[in-house]
Nanobody, 123 residues
Framework: QVQLVESGGGLVQAGGSLRLSCAASGRTFSSYAMGWFRQAPGTEREFVAAISWSGGRPFYTDSVKGRFTISRDNAKNTVYLQMGRLEPEDTAVYYC????????????????WGQGTQVTVSS
């Protein structure tokens, strides 16, 4: 079991940047891939980015490629999502999640989830 706590969300103007952090505790040794997902009002939760335990296989959904960067610091049990050139379409609650898979984009493969942090991008 892994406990995850996100932070770093807020209100930002279009074109701005934010860095989200996710601190993990508990049985972190059993978690391999880490991912970021987001959910806008009235929509399904969607995949944003994922990273393997080693940090060597990051993967992004097409809409954020070139703008977002996922990274992790295993010594600190923390995963980050650096978001740049934000757009109003990025507005959502962002969730971090932990999986026991090597690398996956599937929501069902993530067994632990944070509470979410709100990101709002104004026009």
């Amino acid at each position: 079991q892994v406990q995850l706590v996100e932070s770093g969300g807020g209100l930002v103007q279009a074109g701005g940047s934010l860095r989200l952090s996710c601190a993990a505790s508990g049985r972190t040794f059993s978690s391999y891939a880490m991912g970021w997902f987001r959910q806008a009002p009235g929509t399904e939760r969607e995949f944003v980015a994922a990273i393997s335990w080693s940090g060597g296989r990051p993967f992004y959904t097409d809409s954020v490629k070139g703008r977002f960067t996922i990274s992790r610091d295993n010594a600190k049990n923390t995963v980050y999502l650096q978001m740049g050139r934000l757009e109003p379409e990025d507005t959502a609650v962002y969730y971090c999640a932990a999986s026991n898979r090597y690398l996956t984009i599937a929501t069902a493969d993530y067994g632990s989830w944070g509470q979410g942090t709100q990101v709002t991008v104004s026009s």
